[in-house]
């Protein structure tokens, strides 16, 4: 156990906060949100899409696949905003139900999967629609409300995939927004799509006040990590909602204990693997001595371990 100034390091495991990279809050459940239109909302984002509410957005990626009549020999191509080849598990634990997948266009490509990596989109969505004639699915589950320059994020795709739970303060949820030519029905409960809707409607009508936090969250941590030679891994602009902080050290190896470290500490996080960075969380909810916290922690592994 150490203290540094009013953080406890390494406290006993009863005593321990616990941070993760959804904003979930029971207090949520209990707050009075105004009320608005579900269905409004969402064909406000995506008015040339119809939306299909799921249970995860892992559910909405099987769903989106189903639909494509793929053959096991066939392939579904990945393409990343930072050309990393790390994608997570539960993206190709989907495919692989179907198919193979591949991190390049292969000859028996036949569908592409573009993910909006931590809400920071891809830029060149047109392009890839002109220069290759295949279904495209996007994910936006860390990045709802996030667009790029060309401002295309969920025009181009065939299938758009969210996860309310990385966005909102939600327990289960998601959601496969899809063209005219497919038609899918829901598969939930009556009393799971009342949920999502009645929880949905307050964080849904409040969207640039969440943007504008995770935004201030964004910048202080960048300003604070700073100070200790940390530097932001993407560029944050006005059009994105970021899913969490990304950020890098020079001449820095050790992210795999930093990993262990953070988690032990209370704070889901991760390597960026595939690129020396390293993602904390970001979202709605912290305040500004939880971010203190985050920063106290990493000072005192990069100085003191």
Aim: proline letters at 3%; a negative charge; hydrophobic letters at 35%.
């Amino acid at each position: 156990m150490d203290i540094r100034g009013k953080f406890i390091i390494d406290s006993e495991q009863i005593y321990r906060p616990k941070y993760n990279i959804g904003p979930f809050s029971i207090f949520d459940k209990y707050t009075d949100h105004s009320k608005g239109n579900f269905e409004s909302f969402f064909s406000s984002l995506f008015p040339d899409k119809k939306i299909c509410l799921t249970r995860s957005g892992k559910e909405a990626i099987g769903l989106a696949l189903e639909q494509l009549n793929l053959r096991k020999e066939d392939c579904v191509t990945i393409f990343t905003t930072s050309g990393n080849r790390y994608i997570s598990g539960c993206v190709t634990g989907e495919i692989e139900k179907f198919c193979s997948w591949s991190m390049k266009i292969e000859e028996n490509t036949q569908v592409l999967f573009v993910n909006h990596e931590f809400g920071f989109p891809f830029e060149e969505l047109e392009s890839l629609k002109t220069q290759f004639d295949f279904p495209i699915i996007e994910d936006v589950a860390h990045g709802l409300f996030s667009q790029n320059t060309e401002k295309s994020v969920g025009t181009i795709g065939d299938f758009v995939i969210c996860s309310f739970p990385k966005v909102f303060s939600l327990q289960i949820g998601g959601a496969l927004l899809h063209s005219d030519k497919y038609n899918i029905q829901e598969d939930l409960t009556l009393s799971e799509i009342q949920y999502l809707k009645d929880s949905l409607l307050g964080p849904c009508f409040s969207k640039e006040e969440l943007i504008k936090k995770r935004h201030s969250n964004y910048k202080y941590l960048e300003k604070e990590l700073g100070l200790l030679g940390a530097k932001s891994f993407f560029n944050l602009t006005e059009f994105i909602n970021p899913g969490v902080y990304v950020f890098t050290f020079d001449e820095f190896k050790q992210w795999d204990e930093l990993k262990v470290f953070m988690q032990s500490n209370g704070v889901e996080s991760s390597v960026f693997y595939g690129e020396e960075a390293f993602f904390i969380p970001v979202h709605q909810n912290l305040k500004k001595v939880d971010l203190d916290y985050f920063v106290t922690l990493i000072e005192y592994f990069v100085k003191e371990r």
